[in-house]
C-alpha cells in the first residue's frame, strides 16, 4: 500500500485532463482493497503545464521582440510606425534589396506609359499647321470677293463661319498642346494656376477692346458720329470681331479654371489672329465706303491688340525666367 500511495504521490504533473477519471478509480479500488479509512480528495488537485521554451525564431524574426510598456518608454513605445508590422520589419539589406526589386517593378510597369510619348512627336508639327491651315491661309490667300458679296447678311454668314473654322482649328491646336505639356509620367497630374495679377490684366484688355466697338455703335445710333453707319455695314466690319472675342474670354476662364498649362499659349493664338481680322475689316471698309472715323477707330483697335500681344509675348518671356529659377531653387533643395 505504501509503493501504491507512493506511486500516486509520484504522479507526473503533466497527466493530462482527461486521465484523472481513469486515476481516480484505480486509486479508489486501492483504497477500499486495503480499507483505508480515509479518501485522498482529487478534486482540489491543480495540474500545471510546463512553459514552453523556443529558442529558434523564425526567418522573419531574428531576435525575440518585446512590447512590454513600462513608465520610462512611455513616448517612445512603437515610435518609429503607427502599425505593428511596419515595427516587426527588420531592417536589414535583405529587405532593402526586396525593396529596391518592387521599384524595378514598378519601373518596368511604367514603360508601357513612357512609349506613348512617341506618339507626341507628330503633334508638334501637327498643332501648328492645324493652326495655320484653319486660321492664317484662308485669311491671306482667300480673295475677299469670294466671301464678301455685298452689305447683308450673307457677307455677314460667310464671314462668321471663317471665323468659325479658325476657332475649331485654334480649339484642336490646344487640346494637343496640353496633351504635350503633360509630364512624362502619365500618373502625375500636371496643373498650372495663373497668377490673379495676369488674370485681372487679360480681363481689363478683353474688356476694353470689347467696349471700344460697343461705345462706337451706340455713338453712331445716337448720331453722335456723322455720316451715320448702318447697322448692316457695322455688323459685316466687327460683327465676326466681338464674337470672337467672347468666345476668346469663354476660353480663356475655362483655361483658368481647369489649370491648363496652355492658359498662357490661348491670348497669344487668339490675338495674333484678331490683328489679322481687323485687317480684313480694313479692307471690307474700303468695299463698302465706310466713313473715316470707322476706318480710324479700326486702325486705332489694330495697334491695341498689336501692343497687348507685345505684353503677352514679354509674358511668356517672364515664364520661362521664373519656370527655370523655380527649377534651380529645386535641384538645389534636393541637393
Partial sequence: MNLGMASLAQAPSISFITKIPQ???????????????????????????????????????????????TEKSGENFLDKSSELFETLRPESNDDKALVTKAKDLTDTTNQPVA???????????????????????PTLWLPISTIFIGPNVVSLLSLIGLDFIFNLGCTLFLLMADYCAKSKNMTQASKSK????????????????????????????????????PFI??????GPYILLLAVQMLTEVLTWHWESPVWLVTPVVYEAYRVLQLMRGLKLGVELSAPAWMMHTIRGMVCWWVLILGVQLMRVAWFAGFTAQARRQQSSADA
Avoid: D
Fill in 23 to 69: 486515476v481516480r478509480s484505480k486509486c479508489s479500488l486501492l483504497l477500499k482493497a486495503s480499507r483505508v479509512p480515509y479518501v485522498i480528495p482529487f478534486r482540489h488537485i491543480h495540474l500545471r503545464r510546463p512553459p514552453v521554451c523556443c529558442t529558434k525564431f523564425p526567418q522573419w524574426e531574428p531576435s525575440p521582440v518585446t512590447y512590454t510598456l
Fill in 115 to 137: 512609349q506613348f510619348q512617341f506618339l507626341k512627336w507628330p503633334l508638334w508639327l501637327l498643332g501648328p499647321s492645324l493652326l495655320l491651315g484653319t486660321g492664317m491661309v
Fill in 194 to 229: 495663373p497668377p490673379l495679377s495676369y488674370q485681372f490684366w487679360n480681363l481689363v484688355a478683353t474688356l476694353t477692346g470689347l467696349a471700344i466697338p460697343l461705345m462706337i455703335l451706340f455713338g453712331s445710333h445716337k448720331g453722335y458720329l456723322q455720316p451715320r453707319l
Fill in 233 to 238: 455695314p457695322y455688323a459685316v466690319l466687327l
